[in-house]
């Protein structure tokens, strides 16, 4: 028996043309399956916490295939109640699929749907662990209701820069028809460069391992990484893997808005590490201290604010069908 949580309105509709297409294939192979359908912002947290907290005393884990995009991937975790209780498999249908493209999946859903069918053991992969030690009263534009303190992410964490453009970016009236038109990433192009060069930045320390201190006069942004891509195939942490039980960072300060744009280019394989104002990090645990407020995402969804953060890994706390 499987669970699919599905979010029909991926990538401006296209996750409910792939369903179609899975769903075919399902019923044609005699397959048992229960398809849930989110319906806004938050919804696919709801359905899987309801499904999980209904086998929580199963003897055996259950399975729960998300298809959707990494938001979608990232919600679905947040309602899990027992991770030893379940077994999660994704299916990317979104515009950025970051976690998809680190961990090499096909191009073909209904290849990755095979693969997960066919899986009999479960990998083991970490989990990032978001702690809002500090956050602002600002709430995202997109965000209805109140904040946790703390949240999952299986990609990564970013503040500041980085973060800024996925607020306004979920925001934006204009991705939906770019991404029909498969020109979505004008959209992120455009906040990039109003955010790089009217954003007020902020002086900041991190915090490595509880141990180490690294002081910035103006920060651009601090993101710590499960895989080695983020925000549509930068690969900002080259290093990065999801089951070694350490996020690897990349701190960006003390450069230029020109600066920023040349080293983006150089970022999509990993080069961006030559440039001795970026910095990378292999840690268990970071913090970070900010004098202004910034925006926070974990896998690109946003919700406030915050000047105090503390970010943590939890080693081979997901069972990922693949």
Avoid at 161 to 170: G, K, N, P, S
Avoid at 279 to 290: F, R
Avoid at 301 to 311: F, Q, R
């Amino acid at each position: 028996m499987y669970y699919f949580l599905v979010n029909p309105s991926s990538c401006s509709g296209r996750g409910l043309k792939i369903w179609q297409e899975l769903e075919a294939y399902l019923k044609d192979s005699d397959i048992k399956y229960t398809a849930c359908f989110s319906k806004r912002q938050g919804h696919v947290e709801e359905l899987m916490h309801d499904i999980t907290s209904e086998h929580a005393g199963d003897e055996t884990p259950i399975n729960v295939i998300v298809l959707g995009g990494d938001g979608t991937l990232d919600e679905a975790l947040q309602g899990i109640t027992d991770f030893e209780k379940v077994n999660v498999g994704y299916i990317p249908t979104g515009s950025s699929n970051d976690f998809a493209r680190a961990l090499k999946y096909p191009d073909s859903p209904l290849k990755a749907l095979k693969r997960i069918l066919e899986c009999e053991k479960p990998l083991l992969y970490d989990l990032g662990r978001l702690k809002y030690e500090k956050m602002s009263d600002e709430k995202s534009r997109v965000i209805k209701g109140n904040v946790t303190s703390s949240r999952y992410f299986d990609v990564s964490c970013g503040i500041g820069f980085d973060a800024a453009i996925c607020e306004e970016a979920l925001a934006a009236g204009s991705k939906n028809f770019l991404n029909k038109i498969g020109l979505g990433k004008l959209t992120y192009l455009a906040i990039c460069l109003k955010q790089l060069f009217g954003s007020k930045l902020s002086s900041g320390t991190l915090i490595l391992d509880g141990e180490e201190t690294v002081k910035f006069n103006k920060l651009r942004f601090i993101v710590g990484m499960n895989t080695c891509f983020e925000g549509g195939g930068f690969k900002f942490a080259p290093a990065a893997v999801p089951d070694d039980g350490y996020l690897d960072i990349c701190a960006v300060g003390d450069i230029g808005p020109f600066g920023v744009l040349v080293s983006l280019p150089s970022a999509m394989k990993g080069k961006h590490v030559k440039n001795k104002k970026i910095h990378i990090y292999h840690v268990k645990s970071y913090e970070v201290i900010t004098e202004e407020p910034l925006w926070v995402h974990t896998d690109g969804e946003v919700y406030t604010k915050a000047t105090h953060i503390k970010v943590s890994v939890m080693p081979q706390k997901l069972r990922f069908l693949t």
